[in-house]
């Protein structure tokens, strides 16, 4: 992109706020942008300003000298980058958060500065010219820190992750996942937060900051806690607020963290707490092997190494990193685990239940796990017997008694006992949630009930299933949210971060 003198914004005014200037140890560069000149590909946001503004006074009252960035155009992103990258030999804790417009591309992911113009077409010199405007991530921040990976680092980026290609007519865009950022050795040091999930998008709110840079403010202050549970917890409560409208095309949001950090750094200072009195013991202490009860709560764990394994809510491995892949959390007392491509599942003693013979596998859910072996899927019994036979091209878990499951390119649903209760007559359908089940029919989304019949019209350009009595979908440019019987209820305020 060749970018007129008219196009250039007046670089806007770069403060530096500066807590405990003279011995800080901590350098954090904070880019938020609002306003966009190509307002056609890059709507101009609402938030992300103010994103800046909340992580630059919370990140001072943890001792950072802080770098801030609102609406910055290329040239001056880059300036700022200069700057702290100049600075960082000086500290031995660097942060970089960045708020805005982003995309991922071949395998990279940008940040989108405000005067970029966005190209029109899909084809290598107008991606290239692309790259040359936008602002490389791996390049331009990861680059800067893998030359001090025996100090601490730290990226965040709340901005949508979806390909370039994905607005790009006729253009089938890569996948891009973790393995991308996570290679062994390939980012000591650093540690990466994605508000959402590769190829997602991520969610402003209507308050005064965005979904996930809310949550992330409120973890940083709470003291003593460990730079991997503020990231963790300000995920988790993303997606517990995304979740209260579930949905796989507005506002989907599932943040990403890829720690390859091995100390560990709090943002709040230990708070001295009284040392417990010692008491002598009159009798020999006797020592209890714990047991991992059906009720105990285990999640999964990471390793710098890539493996995964299971903790108890007090950080307590359990059982230890041993797998390629692993189900975020047990249910119905399983797990599902990856080990060479091949997928099985444990129970929560580390046992080994149904072995690894699964091209893939889902989470146990009403009794029964969709699993996949010769390219077709099927289901299987807490025993590992076959419940229903491997038949279908596609299919979801059971949810309210019904799976979705595909057959000739057509969608339709079946009881737990194999019986077809709504024929193969629809182009795309999601499971049951609160008695209606999304579908797709000549282009475009409705509702039907469990008997099939449809209870609001398919009318709507994107959907959200129902929770709690109540639907987003869109049509048209309005979102709105509608009642079970397809009653209006309100038109809903959102802006997705391309």
Known sequence: FVLSASQAKIAPKVTVANSETTSSTRLALVIGNDSYEDKTHFPTLKVCRNDADSMTNVL?????????????????????????????????????????????????NYIIPVDLMNPQKSNEVLKLAFRNAAIDIQKNILGAFNKRQDKLNFLIIDACRISLDDFLPGSKAPKSDVAVFSKPGQHKGTTIVFATGARQKSFESKGNNSVFTNELVKQITVPNLVYRDVFANAAQ?????????????????QPQIIDMINQDFKFIADVKKPEPELKTLSMPAVVVKPVVSENTV??????????????????????????DFADEQFHDGLAFVERGNKFGYIDKQGTMVIPLLYEKANSFSEGLALVSKDGKYGFIDKSGAVAIGFQFSSASS????????????????????EKLVIGYEFDEAGSFFCGRACVKKRGKYGFIDASGNIVIPCQYDEFASFKDGIAVVKIDDRILTISTTGNLLKEVYTTYRW
Not at 237 to 253: F, H, K, R, S, W
């Open 60 to 108: 001072k009252n943890c001792g950072f000298t802080v770098i801030t960035c609102k609406d910055g155009n290329r040239k001056t992103i880059l300036e700022n980058l200069d700057k702290f990258n100049t600075m960082l030999p000086g500290f031995d804790v660097a942060l970089v958060y960045y708020s805005g417009h982003g995309t991922e591309m071949d395998g990279h």
């Open 237 to 253: 409560g993303t997606m517990e607020l995304i979740n209260q409208y579930p949905n796989d095309y507005v506002g989907l949001q």
């Open 298 to 323: 285990l999640t999964r764990y990471q390793k710098a190494d890539l493996s995964y394994g299971y903790q108890d809510p007090y950080r307590k491995i359990v059982i230890p990193a041993k797998f």
């Open 398 to 417: 059971f949810s309210e008694g019904l799976a979705v499951v595909k057959v000739n390119d057509k969608y339709g649903f079946i009881d737990k006992d």
